[in-house]
């Protein structure tokens, strides 16, 4: 790999691949709800199949450049994602959707501001990393805009009990395996929010802080939505 080539957090191919992401997850979704209503299960199927192609190629990639490999196994919290939402994509169902809601856009954004990349644009690893990333965020704001999904108070602690089983056993493979899903077992190479949380595995307590309280901040906009539709029902204009 030569400095040229080398991944550069915000340089112009990683804002130009975060500013397309951001294009397409509002204007898709947008285009489709506006324009052609009739055609939402099929752009929702259509967004799937993308879904599960961009993580074959993928596979196919690490298979032909590093061989057979645990790291394959389907266990980091991004590529979870990735089948969830093809799964709600297809199904439109609240339960998967509330957990890609969070994982996605608590993750998966993550992710995106600070990706463990060492190459850089045109490097197949960066294409595919913002092509199977980005989706994720494109059906979670489909599955808003589109599909009228949301998460619900309760989801919250469906998620998060979800997240810490996910985490409890994926935590013991890596043990079995020398593995890092979930980076668990040690911080991401290149920058990211997990360097100012401590040293390994201290930094697992206020990492679950953070799960929590971005779940509380995702959450947020429709608390605020709901409590302002509630007043006005209450209190409608030109009533007594």
């Not at 709800?33 to 596979?59: D, I």
């Not at 309760?154 to 899903?181: D, K, P």
Request: net charge positive; with cysteine; glycine share 8%.
């Amino acid at each position: 790999m030569t400095t040229a080539n080398a991944f550069q957090l915000f340089g112009s191919p990683h804002l130009a691949a975060l500013a397309s992401i951001a294009a397409v997850a509002l204007l898709l979704p947008m285009a489709v709800r506006s324009r052609a209503p009739h055609a939402a299960s099929a752009v929702g199927a259509a967004l799937a199949v993308a879904l599960l192609a961009q993580e074959a190629a993928h596979v196919a990639f690490v298979l032909a450049t590093q061989g057979p490999s645990v790291q394959l196994l389907p266990l980091h919290l991004c590529t979870l994602a990735v089948y969830l939402s093809a799964w709600m994509l297809v199904t439109r169902s609240p339960r998967v959707y509330e957990i890609v809601y969070f994982w996605g856009l608590g993750g998966t954004t993550q992710a995106l501001a600070t990706p463990d990349l060492a190459r850089g644009f045109p490097a197949p690893e960066f294409l595919l990393f913002f092509a199977g990333h980005g989706l994720v965020i494109v059906g979670i704001v489909y599955g808003a805009l589109v599909y009228r999904l949301r998460p619900s108070p309760a989801s919250i602690l469906r998620v998060a009990l979800i997240t810490l089983a996910l985490a409890t056993g994926i935590l013991a493979v890596n043990v079995v395996l020398g593995t890092n899903f979930l980076y668990l077992m040690q911080k991401p190479a290149e920058a990211s929010l997990m360097d100012w949380l401590g040293p390994w595995p201290w930094y697992w307590l206020p990492l679950i802080g953070l799960a929590l309280l971005s779940f509380l901040i995702l959450y947020a906009p429709y608390f605020i939505a709901d409590t302002v539709r509630s007043r006005r029902h209450r209190h409608p204009r030109g009533g007594d």
